[in-house]
């Protein structure tokens, strides 16, 4: 008599917790993502993350929807403009696990404040940001037949998460202390270059406040 064919693995996903990494060479936050393979065995996980800030979910002070204005313009057209954002995409290994497992998610982030998700975070004084994390990818399973077998992620699989504002500030905060980053086109760079030069200006504080005056 044949065999029952092994039903395929349905994945459940939460976030426990997140935290800044410590002893990181860049600013990255560290995400604890529990699985829950409903007792099965799990030979491993390729499993693809996406990030998304559901902005439309929570509440502005006053200071903040002035420091949004750049991203969503002026709060009347909030009703259009406020939109969730794509903050960032990774791809991980899961190990082998047994039932369920806790990984650990690490996210890059930057302080570059052309990216939308960083104006988006520099803007914030308080609260929590929500969080849609969307899972998708493969798993691998071992079949009736002992053999290696694999299959797809459903794209429903996802979780939420309420990221404490101070969490993204302390982990910037530690890496560049007081500090923000501009991008700006080389040409412009040159320019500013040579502008210290010429004032024999030994910081870029010194340009900045300078240059008003001129």
């Given amino acids: 008599m044949a065999g029952t064919a092994v ?3 349905q994945l459940e996903f939460a976030v426990q917790g997140a935290e800044r990494l410590a002893h990181a060479a860049a600013p990255t936050l ?6 829950d393979a409903g007792g099965r065995e799990i030979r491993s996980v390729l499993l693809d993350v996406q990030i998304q800030i559901g902005a439309r979910r929570r509440g502005y002070a006053d200071a903040d929807r002035d420091r949004l204005f750049e991203l969503f313009g002026h709060e009347k057209d909030w009703g259009t403009t406020l939109r969730t954002l794509l903050w960032t995409r990774r791809t991980v290994v899961v190990p082998p696990f047994s039932g369920s497992t806790v990984m650990g998610l690490d996210v890059p982030c930057t302080y570059d404040l052309e990216v939308l998700a960083t104006r988006y975070f ?3 004084t308080e609260g929590r940001v929500p969080l849609e994390l969307l899972f998708s990818g493969s798993v691998f399973y071992t079949g009736e037949d002992g053999a290696l077998q694999t299959a797809r ?7 939420e998460y309420a990221l404490p504002v101070q969490v993204w500030k302390e982990t910037m905060e530690r890496h560049f202390p007081g500090t923000a980053w501009l991008r700006m086109p080389k040409e ?5 270059c040579a502008y210290k030069s010429r004032h024999a ?3 870029w504080d010194d340009v900045v406040r300078r240059l008003p005056e001129d």
């Fill in 188 to 192: 412009a760079y040159d320019a500013l």
């Fill in 122 to 124: 520099d803007a914030l």
């Fill in 201 to 203: 200006l030994t910081s």
């Fill in 30 to 35: 560290r995400f604890d993502v529990a699985i």
């Fill in 153 to 159: 992620i459903p794209w429903d699989r996802e979780a």
């Fill in 7 to 9: 039903s395929i693995p």
